[in-house]
């Protein structure tokens, strides 16, 4: 991605054209085209996984979904966490951005399953429901983005992480560390790409090659329906759970980085790199991620998936429209203007206020010509004779 962002230190202020510009230019359609259909997939996603039963063709393009679509969003997640630093102000982001959702969202999945299935529901921080699972992940893994930051082999490491955690069931559920730890290398991945290697990925020989790669994605996740748990695509247990022998956990872990790296690859390759009619829509993606759930919940819980029309192939499509149409509705702007205090809550009330920082923030949002005014006063002013009839030098 060609950041269009100039540093400050010792430039002038932007002339007013170029403020006026500058947030087309900072955001990257690529990125924000492939945040949106990323998303868009995880809202099927969701919808297939309520119709699987009995299902053979659901069931395998759901498999290959479920390969790449979750590990392409981390790896975008993983790139833009590069400058993540622990500075004062990341941390203030992190969390307005991760950890306060993450709560909000957590008490009002509990409060909806009370209402709709179970009025003794428990409300606990430490048992992520449903998808709200992504964000305790990305709160550890950028917490811990200096660290891989720092160390020589980060790939091998996140990787001989995931595959330990495949076979320790001792970690338990908490936070769902087991998700964390096995998506981490997808995340540690996205810290070590750099622009160049998305425009590798994008070019027109790959884009081919994608295709025949796919197809026999889909030939092997056929294969693997009668013979392959689902579970092992979620990535969020250990495999004594499921009776396998101990060494297929390290193995599959390998197995599924290896082909979810493919899959996002020939995923990437299609994503278009100019603006589309979506584009604007890929701002807005953690918004359909996090109110998409209580639609698909609640069809789960009202019975709406057990209707006679999802067993045909006009119901599954249809079915699959719907859900891409819900999460494209629920990324757009007056969904984000709506529910931003509680999405991405400003909360400048919680935090203490650094004295350097306002006065950078001043400084910045100050007119050009007052600057210029300001910065002549102060010269002249400096050159004012003393009372000894000597100037002060500057």
């Given at each position: ?60 393009l759901?498999?290959?979904l ?49 209402l ?18 992504f964000?305790?992940?990305l ?51 996205g ?76 995923f ?11 584009t ?115």
């Amino acid at each position: 991605m060609t950041s269009s962002l100039r540093p400050r230190d010792g430039l002038k202020t932007p002339l007013p054209s170029d403020r006026q510009t500058q947030p087309d230019r900072r955001r990257d359609a690529f990125f924000d085209n492939a945040k949106y259909l990323a998303i868009v997939l995880v809202g099927v996603g969701h919808a297939w996984g309520q119709i699987l039963d009995g299902n053979r063709t659901v069931e395998t393009l759901y498999r290959v979904l479920y390969t790449f679509h979750m590990p392409a969003f981390i790896i975008i997640s993983g790139y833009f966490s590069r400058s993540f630093d622990l500075s004062p102000q990341r941390v203030k982001r992190l969390i307005t951005g991760v950890a306060v959702p993450y709560v909000v969202f957590e008490v009002a999945y509990a409060l909806h399953r009370r209402l709709s299935e179970d009025p003794g529901a428990d409300i606990s921080l430490l048992d992520p429901t449903y998808l709200l699972w992504f964000l305790c992940a990305l709160f550890v893994w950028r917490l811990t983005t200096p660290v891989w930051k720092t160390i020589r082999r980060p790939l091998p490491v996140a990787l001989g992480i995931a595959a330990l955690a495949s076979v320790t069931p001792t970690i338990g559920n908490d936070l769902n560390m087991q998700r964390v730890l096995q998506f981490l290398p997808c995340f540690v991945l996205g810290l070590l790409l750099r622009p160049e290697h998305f425009r590798l990925v994008r070019r027109r020989s790959v884009r081919i090659m994608s295709v025949p790669v796919v197809a026999a994605a889909v030939v092997v996740a056929w294969w693997s329906v009668p013979r392959m748990e689902t579970g092992w695509f979620y990535r969020n247990a250990a495999v004594q759970d499921t009776g396998a022998p101990w060494w297929t956990g390290p193995v599959l872990t390998l197995a599924l980085f290896g082909c979810s790296v493919v899959l996002s690859a020939c995923f990437f390759a299609w994503v278009p790199g100019r603006r589309m009619w979506f584009t604007a829509l890929g701002a807005g993606t953690i918004f359909g991620y996090l109110l998409h759930g209580f639609l698909v919940k609640e069809g789960t819980y009202a019975g709406w998936f057990s209707h006679p029309a999802l067993d045909r192939p006009l119901g599954e499509i249809g079915l699959t429209v719907l859900g891409a149409a819900v999460i494209t509705v629920l990324c757009t702007k007056p969904v984000q203007r709506v529910l931003r205090c509680v999405v991405e809550p400003r909360m400048e009330w919680a935090f203490r206020r650094d004295p350097g920082e306002a006065a950078r923030d001043r400084e910045r949002r100050e007119k050009p010509e007052v600057r210029a005014t300001r910065e002549a006063h102060e010269v002249r002013e400096a050159h004012v004779p003393s009372r000894a009839g000597e100037k002060v030098s500057v």
